[in-house]
């Protein structure tokens, strides 16, 4: 059987005209949701040939476009944890790449042998660029209980959801004085019908980041530690968890929410920070808004990428890269794919034999400003 590698079908979008002018360091960041091999079932994806939805095939297509896109940072998401430390790291070890892993929480309850099969998220490194100080990893359910103060929904509903994030520090390799940025890699939970869920779970994420940037900075005495934020945030553009990190707040009564009574252990979670809900401008009785410190832009303009995940029933932007505003600046992205590549060969979701994910990779090319 003949395949076409998904590098062959997408095209790098240059907009930025001054490309050649760059003084800093130039980074190739990927975020990608391979599809683990236990969710690729043909009842989930009945349009996929039953050859191209085996793992088999579907990591060597996943192993080759990375190899071809070459990226200097890879963060996966729904990575086995047999799959990467079995083929993913052993691949890429040889190419002069490094790698750490989390599996989801669920993992624990399990044996040995059954670990294997849980997914989680994964960092990939070029280590003659890159410096491993420190990792660390957000267990949303754990934080869920410390944060509950007696809500119930914050037990019921987010505390049994068992998604997590990874962290990794490094110390920029190529740097003339010492640098260092945060890579963040992060898997929220998909159901559309627990957007309070996604919510609270990324701010849950982001005071864990604060924290992690504070002591960065302590113990390596440093002014700042620039972030690159990757992951499948299962949000879409207009929704709370991509105005929060976007717009470092959101609205305590924001409808994703759901009208519940979060506010009081949302209040806890802002006061554990020093931080407390403001209200906007003049208006004591306005709405609160509950805040992260971080100023984050969005590598991809919206014209960029009008999906990132496109299945039988549903086809969007649900995956993301943000950097440090004033940190870095995009030089490039991997801009859509072709539609009339996608009509010419009746491509009506994905996976199919070209693209081996029911998600399409981001790739970036960003210069860590000096």
């Keep these: 059987m003949s395949s076409v590698c998904l590098s062959a079908l997408h095209t790098w979008s240059d907009f930025r005209l001054f490309v050649c002018l760059l003084t800093g360091i130039t980074l190739r960041i990927m975020s990608y949701n391979i599809l683990a091999e236990q969710y690729a079932t043909k009842k989930l994806y009945p349009h996929c040939p039953a050859w191209a939805l085996s793992w088999q095939y579907r990591r060597e297509r996943i192993r080759e476009d990375m190899e071809h896109y070459a990226p200097d940072i890879a963060c996966l998401q729904e990575v086995p944890m047999g799959e990467f430390y079995g083929y993913f790291l052993q691949q890429f070890q040889v190419q002069g790449y490094s790698g750490i892993f989390k599996p989801k929480s669920r993992a624990k309850t399990m044996d040995s042998k059954y670990q294997q099969t849980v997914d989680g998220c994964c960092i990939i490194f070029r280590h003659d660029r890159f410096e491993l100080i420190h990792q660390d990893w957000v267990e949303f ?18 505390m049994t959801k068992d998604n997590i994030a990874l962290c990794a520090v490094f110390r920029v390799v190529e740097s003339a004085v010492p640098s260092y940025i945060l890579a963040v890699n992060a898997h929220v939970h998909w159901d559309p019908e627990f957007s309070d869920v996604k919510l609270i779970q990324t701010m849950l994420l982001m005071n864990e980041v604060e924290k992690l940037v504070a002591k960065t900075k302590h113990d390596l005495n440093v002014e700042d530690v620039p972030i690159v934020f990757c992951g499948d945030l299962n949000s879409l553009p207009d929704s709370g968890v991509v105005e929060f990190l976007r717009n470092g707040r959101v609205s305590s009564s924001h409808a994703d929410f759901k009208d519940l009574p979060y506010r009081s252990c949302l209040q806890k979670l802002s006061s ?44 969007g932007v649900i995956d993301y890269v943000f950097v440090s505003r004033g940190k870095f600046q995009t030089v490039g992205v991997l801009g859509a794919l072709d539609p009339t ?27 860590l400003i000096p």
């Design 341 to 367: 590549w996608l009509e010419e060969h009746c491509v009506s979701s994905f996976p199919c034999p070209q693209i081996p994910s029911d998600h399409l990779p981001l790739v970036a090319e960003i210069e």
């Design 141 to 158: 359910n754990q934080l869920a209980i410390k944060s509950a103060d007696g809500s119930t929904d914050m037990l019921n509903r987010v």
């Design 272 to 315: 554990s920070q020093g931080r407390v809900m403001t209200t906007a401008p003049a208006d004591d009785d306005g709405p609160h808004f509950l805040h992260h410190p971080f100023a984050l832009s969005s590598v991809y303009d919206e014209e960029d990428m009008p999906f990132t995940n496109f299945t039988s029933d549903f086809k």
